[in-house]
């Protein structure tokens, strides 16, 4: 543990953190092969992923939760702006096209549900990690909540521009993109 203290020198709970972002990754890799051996192609998400592995990484080196406790909840609403994209576009993508054209709002729910069960469940693992490993993940006071909260946030105004371009659009305000 020596090694991972000159490479994170400020404490042991940024080597967790590195374990656990490489364990999201590992994750999302055996995902993308499930789907892939079912004919489901998700590769653009791999971009997408990569910008919130990125984001959450340059939150741990500097100390998010601990020293720019804004930095942290800008981590949690654009991480989940980026999984709603995700979502969205998986559903558009294999859902029948008269799914999304007759109920958008319908499908918007299915997404806000998907990425805020997502949200719940990171939440879960720093609960887990605090219990397991002494990491102190979870923030003083309200973390976790304002976590949950930011990360809705994120996930709903991703889905309201989406909402607000399809009514757009079906209007003939804007024109649609092919």
Same mark, same amino acid.
């Given at each position: 543990?020596?090694?991972?203290? @000159?490479? #994170?020198?400020?404490? +042991? !709970?940024? =080597? /967790?953190?590195?374990?656990?972002?490489?364990?999201? &990754?590992?994750?999302?890799?055996?995902?993308?092969?499930?789907?892939?051996?079912?004919?489901?192609?998700?590769?653009?998400?791999?971009?997408?992923?990569?910008?919130?592995?990125?984001?959450?990484?340059?939150?741990?080196?500097?100390?998010?939760?601990?020293?720019?406790?804004?930095?942290?909840?800008? @981590?949690? #609403?654009?991480?989940? +702006? !980026?999984? =709603? /994209?995700?979502?969205?576009?998986?559903?558009?993508? &294999?859902?029948?096209?008269?799914?999304?054209?007759?109920?958008?709002?319908?499908?918007?729910?299915?997404?806000?549900?998907?990425?805020?069960?997502?949200?719940?469940?990171?939440?879960?693992?720093?609960?887990?990690?605090?219990?397991?490993?002494?990491?102190?993940?979870?923030?003083?006071?309200?973390?976790?909540?304002?976590?949950?909260?930011?990360?809705?946030?994120?996930?709903?105004?991703?889905?309201?521009?989406?909402?607000?371009?399809?009514?757009?659009?079906?209007?003939?305000?804007?024109?649609?993109?092919?």
């Amino acid at each position: 543990m020596c090694l991972v203290r @000159e490479w #994170f020198p400020s404490d +042991i !709970l940024d =080597a /967790y953190w590195l374990v656990y972002l490489i364990g999201v &990754y590992a994750i999302a890799e055996k995902i993308y092969a499930a789907f892939l051996e079912r004919g489901v192609d998700v590769v653009y998400a791999f971009p997408v992923v990569f910008v919130a592995f990125m984001v959450n990484f340059t939150s741990m080196l500097l100390k998010g939760q601990e020293n720019f406790p804004f930095l942290n909840r800008a @981590e949690h #609403f654009i991480t989940y +702006i !980026l999984a =709603a /994209y995700i979502v969205w576009q998986f559903f558009l993508r &294999y859902l029948p096209e008269q799914v999304w054209n007759e109920h958008p709002y319908y499908t918007s729910i299915l997404v806000l549900a998907i990425t805020a069960l997502s949200g719940a469940l990171n939440e879960i693992i720093e609960l887990f990690m605090d219990v397991s490993f002494g990491t102190q993940t979870i923030g003083p006071g309200f973390d976790t909540s304002i976590d949950l909260v930011m990360n809705i946030l994120g996930a709903g105004f991703f889905l309201s521009l989406q909402l607000i371009m399809h009514e757009a659009v079906k209007s003939g305000v804007l024109k649609k993109r092919v």
